[in-house]
C-alpha cells in the first residue's frame, strides 16, 4: 500500500490509518515539526515536565517519545487505530499507549480510562484535527460538513472536560488563523493565543487555555 492517501479524505478515515499502520516500512512519519523544533515552545507553555499531557492523535510520530526522553514521563497516548497503538506499545513499554477515538473523550468508559474530568494539565494535539476536516473533491475549507464540525465540535468539548481549569490545548497545525481558530473560540471559557512556527513556511500555533 501507498503510504501517500489516494483521496483527502482517507485521511479522516479509520480504515486508511490502520491499513498504513500495518506497513512496517514506514517505522516513524512526523507531520509538521519534531520534538527539537518544538523545545522551545513547550519549555514556554509547558515547563514543568510533571504535567499529565494527553498525546491526541498519537500515530507513529517521534514527538511523544522524544518529550518522555526529555523527562515528560506523564504522557497518555492515544489513537483509534488497535495496529497502531499494539506497535507503539511494543516499541515504547514505559509509555501509556490506549485505543481511543478522539470524537468520544467525554463517553463514560473513556472518561473514566483516562481517569476522570479535569485530569489533564495539557492537550497536545499534532495535526489530528487537520485528519478529523480531511474532505473530498468539492469541499470547501470555507463551508465544511456537517460531519466534519460535529466530530470537531465532538473533539473539542471531550478536551474540555479532561482538561484541568488553567489547563491548555496545544495545537500544532498547516492551518491558517481564519480556517482553524474559530472552533477554538468557540468552546465557552477557552482564551486562544496564536502563534506562528518557521521562517519560510508557516505552521500556526493555538494555544487555548481553559480559564
Not at 60 to 84: Q, R
Request: net charge negative.
Amino acid at each position: 500500500m501507498s503510504l501517500t492517501a489516494e483521496r483527502n479524505e482517507q485521511f479522516s478515515e479509520k480504515e486508511y490509518w490502520d491499513q498504513r499502520y500495518a506497513d512496517e516500512t514506514e517505522q516513524d512519519f512526523d507531520w509538521f515539526k519534531k520534538y527539537d523544533d518544538l523545545k522551545e515552545l513547550f519549555d514556554e507553555v509547558m515547563p514543568e515536565r510533571s504535567s499529565r499531557i494527553l498525546m491526541l492523535g498519537c500515530g507513529n510520530s517521534t514527538l511523544s517519545p522524544s518529550m518522555h526522553t526529555a523527562g515528560y514521563t506523564s504522557i497518555v497516548n492515544i489513537d483509534y487505530s488497535s495496529t497502531l497503538i499494539t506497535r507503539m506499545s511494543q516499541r515504547y513499554p514505559d509509555q501509556s499507549w490506549l485505543e481511543m477515538d478522539i470524537t468520544q473523550l467525554d463517553h463514560a468508559c473513556n472518561l473514566s480510562t483516562l481517569g476522570g474530568e479535569a485530569s489533564f494539565d495539557i492537550a497536545l494535539d499534532k495535526g489530528t484535527m487537520d485528519a478529523l476536516m480531511a474532505e473530498g473533491k468539492g469541499s470547501s475549507v470555507w463551508n465544511p460538513s456537517t460531519k466534519v464540525l460535529t466530530d470537531i465540535n465532538l473533539m473539542l468539548n471531550g478536551v474540555d472536560k479532561i482538561l484541568k481549569k488553567g489547563g491548555k490545548m496545544v495545537y500544532i497545525t498547516f492551518g491558517q488563523p481564519h480556517f482553524r481558530q474559530k472552533y477554538l473560540e468557540a468552546i465557552p471559557g477557552w482564551t486562544v493565543e496564536t502563534r506562528t512556527l518557521g521562517d519560510m513556511f508557516h505552521y500556526f500555533v493555538y494555544i487555548a487555555t481553559k480559564n
